[in-house]
């Protein structure tokens, strides 16, 4: 594993880990806590495991076209996993369908956070033991992380969650899924910036661009913002069940 590539033998995984794989073209990863036993919690709706579907855009069609195309219903280890979604555990390789194995990386510094352009593969914020991990990933297992969202409530912010026990805590905002803020910072830096009339020059463009998409993913990592609280998962459990909210909303108890 080194600066541009988080990938990792399944030798290297410990519980407690946080892992993805990038499924066709590198459109999108799917993320997951690894909880040993060749075992994977992760959050889904699904078409089988690790394909994530309704979101009710035009990004299902690319995230459809981006799924391996991997025969989980004769799994022998999982069964069949097609008509399940939510919060729900399959072994190692029904999670990866067929791609390969990546481990994010929690505590990183700044700079190495930009050093890796691509959204969703890094945070600065520290991660929490092992055992607070799997505890809060198996104690979603059985209740629920409420209903997916693409951009607020997905696997990577299930995943950030599971590790860190961090939750946003506005709801004007994206979620902590850096997957989500990098394209929202990307889509931000063509259109919204008022530098980008600084120059003409497609060097300049490029440059003014870049600098505020890397702007925008920093502001925007769990690590830095400061819309976020620590929440104990049996209290966002309890809150969400009492709310009868079908996504995970601390700010109505505020």
Known sequence: MGVLSNRVSREELK????????????????HGIHVGEGKVIHFTQTQGSGREIGTGTFLDRIIFSSSHPSDTRNCPVCGDQSRLNGVISSCLDCFLADGDLYLFQYAVSPALFLAKPRGGTCTIAASDSPEQVIHRASFLLHNGFGAYDLFNNNCEDFAIYCKTGLLVITRISVGR???????????SAIVSSPLRFLTTSFTGLAAVGYGMYCFSRLVSDIGVRRDVEKVAVERLVSVS?????????ITKEK
């Open 15 to 30: 519980p407690g880990d946080h892992i993805y794989s990038w499924r066709h073209a590198y459109i999108y990863a799917h």
């Open 177 to 187: 899924s850096g997957q989500a803020t990098s394209f929202l910072a990307a889509v």
């Open 241 to 249: 069940a009492s709310a009868g909210s079908q996504t995970p909303d």
